[in-house]
C-alpha cells in the first residue's frame, strides 16, 4: 500500500500517478489534497506520514511545488525516511544507500517524464543494505526515532 499525498501545486501528478500505480499493481491510499484549490501542505504530507511511520502504508509519495516542504513534514515522524528528488539518480540512492521510504516531488520544478520515472525508480529499486544498513539505524538511534 503507497500513501499518496499532495497539496494544490501537487494534485495534478497525485492524479495521474494513480494511474501510474494502479499499472504496476500497487494500491494506494490517497490522503488529499482533492482539488487544485490552495491548501496547506503540512496536513496531507502528517497525514501520509503517519501511515508510513505506523506501517499502514509501506511507502509513501507526496507531491507538492519543490518537494521540500513535504519532505520536512514527513521526516518529523518515527521510522520515515523522506527523500525530495528532483532527478531519477535520487531516487535511485535515496533507495539503495538511505532506505528513503517517502518520496517527494515538486511539481514546479520536476516535468511529468521525470516525476514519472523517479515513482518508477523509486517504487523498483531495493535498499542495498550492507555497510548502509549501519548508517539508516543511526539515523533513528542517534535522533531517537
Not at 497539496?7 to 492524479?15: L, N, R, W
Not at 518529523?76 to 517517502?102: F, I, M, S, T, Y
Not at 516531488?105 to 516525476?115: N, P, Q, S, Y
Request: charged share 20%.
Amino acid at each position: 500500500m503507497i500513501a499518496l499525498a499532495s497539496d494544490h501545486a501537487g494534485f495534478e501528478y497525485k492524479e495521474r500517478l494513480k494511474g501510474v500505480l494502479t499499472s504496476l499493481g500497487l494500491s494506494y491510499r490517497d490522503f488529499g489534497t482533492a482539488s487544485q484549490e490552495a491548501s496547506d501542505y503540512p496536513i496531507f504530507a502528517h497525514a501520509a506520514a503517519a501511515a508510513v511511520s505506523t506501517g499502514e502504508c509501506e511507502r509513501g509519495i507526496l507531491l507538492c511545488g519543490t518537494g521540500i516542504g513535504m519532505s520536512i513534514v514527513a521526516n518529523k515522524h518515527p521510522g520515515v525516511r523522506a527523500a525530495a528528488c528532483q532527478c531519477v539518480e535520487a531516487a535511485r540512492l535515496g533507495r539503495l544507500h538511505n532506505d528513503a521510504n517517502v518520496l517527494a516531488i515538486g511539481g514546479r520544478l520536476t516535468d511529468w517524464a521525470t516525476a514519472e520515472a523517479i515513482v518508477r525508480e523509486f517504487l523498483t529499486t531495493p535498499f542495498e543494505g550492507g555497510r548502509h544498513e549501519r548508517r539508516v539505524e543511526l539515523i533513528h538511534t542517534l535522533t531517537n526515532l
